[in-house]
């Protein structure tokens, strides 16, 4: 089964420090992978994806991420956090197995990151 | 991309009552799909609203309880019927245009928030 996860509940850091949001996934075949922002009382805001092509994926915001295929990884990361990163972070695979909507995504259980000032 | 409004945004509502989340999208898409996000946790589909005929339940949820009617290619609604404590979620409605449709990315409403006393 497709899945993803999400080792962190939590990760502080400090404004201006570099921030990694940890997520591996787990599936059969070549992986869709995604991430999410959800600010709070808000929806979720789509921030990149890798399908294929260059490791490295830049997204919104500042934001990249890098799939390793080697260690089915594909960490969130911003060279300088700001305050205003501090936000739920989803990491989301596309079921390939799916036998109805090509589109459905399984998220996992998401990363608060907290950027003090 | 697309633009995606729900109404309402949140609401209170008592035991064993009903209510309907409209989503609109500011455009034609292929598919879109209802979400909920039960508190502190990740989200999970309950099923592909399809245009003109009946939703694609995911396990664990069924027509009585969640009925969603898709009438056109813009817009979708979710009952939440029969309501109990236990249906107190933010319920979120998201879709795919033809550019996405392969990929797997989703656009999302901001949600609705409902609190079952």
């Known amino acids: 089964a497709q899945s993803v996860a999400q080792p962190e509940d939590q990760v502080n850091v400090a404004e201006g420090n570099p921030l990694t949001v940890k997520c591996t996934y787990s599936v059969s075949g070549n992986p869709y992978l995604f991430w999410y922002v959800q600010y709070p009382n808000r929806g979720l805001q789509f921030l990149l994806k890798?399908?294929?092509?260059?490791?490295l994926v830049k997204g919104s915001y500042g934001f990249e991420a890098e799939f390793n295929k080697s260690q089915t990884s594909f960490h969130l990361k911003k060279p300088s956090a700001l305050v205003s990163d501090s936000a739920l972070y989803f990491c989301a695979v596309r079921d390939l197995n799916y036998g109805g909507a090509t589109n459905k995504l399984i998220f996992g259980t998401g990363t608060l990151l907290a950027v003090q000032p | 991309s697309a633009v995606i409004s729900q109404k309402p945004s949140r609401d209170i509502c008592q035991r064993g009552t009903s209510l309907t989340i409209q989503c609109q999208v500011d455009?034609?898409?292929?598919?879109m799909f209802w979400y909920r996000q039960q508190p502190g946790q990740s989200l999970t589909l309950i099923a592909t609203?399809?245009?003109?005929?009946?939703?694609?339940?995911e396990s664990g949820f069924v027509i009585d309880k969640f009925p969603i009617s898709r009438p056109n290619l813009t817009f979708s609604t979710l009952t939440v019927s029969n309501m109990s404590p236990e249906d107190s979620s933010i319920y979120l409605c998201?879709?795919?245009?033809?550019?996405?449709?392969?990929?797997?990315?989703?656009?999302f409403g901001e949600g609705s928030r409902l609190t079952v006393l």
């Open positions: 455009s034609q898409v292929t598919m």
């Open positions: 890798y399908i294929t092509g260059d490791n």
């Open positions: 609203a399809n245009q003109g005929s009946e939703a694609t339940y």
């Open positions: 998201s879709a795919t245009s033809g550019g996405t449709i392969n990929t797997g990315e989703l656009f």
